[in-house]
């Protein structure tokens, strides 16, 4: 199957300063990914869809602001969570579409685990 | 929006034993899929199924579509199985609209 892989797998910042993650296909092109978050022992919550070459949709109730989307490449889309608070400490999932035989499967990055102290 | 219920929330088994997860649905899909969460979050592609049945191994999966519902075997089960299984649906079949998640089983097998 096809692989996204993401960047870093943990970090660790203090509050206040910002964090970017990245995500890539690595053996396909995307023009579409999805940026979740999932708290311990929930599901996945969809944060936004980022699109090459254009804007991120966002979820009600997610900041754009705060969750700054780029998905400059049909293959890297980027989160940059600014500001970071303590609230903020997730886990983060990114996801990417591989065309197969005609059907659209969605493929997970391994995660990236944020903590804001 | 499109509803996916999935259930049991936790199952306890015993290695060697058999189980059945189920997944519900409120609309007509186009796209669903199950996943497997291993417990260093990872999740894994285990079946794209909208309709019919396919098997891979020890596990199988089946979606009746008319009835909105769909089906996860896991058979001889092993404490590797253990995690979450997540079913996702999707609406759309133009790749570009999310999945809506259920809120999973947790798994757990036992030696």
């Known amino acids: 199957g096809a692989v996204v892989s993401q960047h870093p797998s943990r970090v660790i910042c203090k509050s206040g300063t910002s964090v970017k993650i990245e995500c890539r296909s690595l053996?396909?092109?995307?023009?579409?990914m999805f940026w979740y978050r999932q708290f311990p022992k929930q599901s996945l919550m969809l944060m936004a869809t980022?699109?090459?070459?254009?804007?991120?949709?966002?979820e009600q109730g997610v900041e754009k602001d705060k969750f700054l989307i780029n998905h400059a490449s049909l293959t890297l889309s980027t989160l940059t969570v600014t500001s970071a608070h303590p609230e903020d400490s997730s886990f983060y999932i990114c996801s990417a579409r591989d065309l197969q035989g005609g059907y659209y499967e969605q493929y997970f990055g391994p995660g990236t685990r944020l903590t804001v102290t | 929006g499109i509803q996916v219920e999935q259930s049991p929330p936790d199952l306890i088994l015993q290695e060697g034993a058999n189980s059945t997860l189920r997944c519900n649905f409120s609309?007509?899909?186009?796209?669903l899929q199950w996943f497997h969460q291993n417990p260093w979050g990872q999740l894994i592609n285990l079946f794209y199924?909208?309709?019919g049945t396919k098997q891979n191994g020890r596990l199988s999966a089946t979606t009746v579509a008319t009835e909105r519902y769909s089906l996860l075997y896991i058979s001889s089960s092993q404490t590797t199985d253990s995690g979450v299984y997540f079913c996702a649906v999707e609406r759309s079949i133009s790749g570009n609209t999310p999945l809506v998640f259920g809120k999973g089983t947790r798994l757990s097998v036992i030696a």
């Open positions: 980022s699109n090459e070459g254009s804007k991120a949709t966002y």
């Open positions: 609309d007509s899909v186009n796209n």
């Open positions: 053996d396909f092109q995307a023009t579409t």
């Open positions: 199924i909208p309709s």
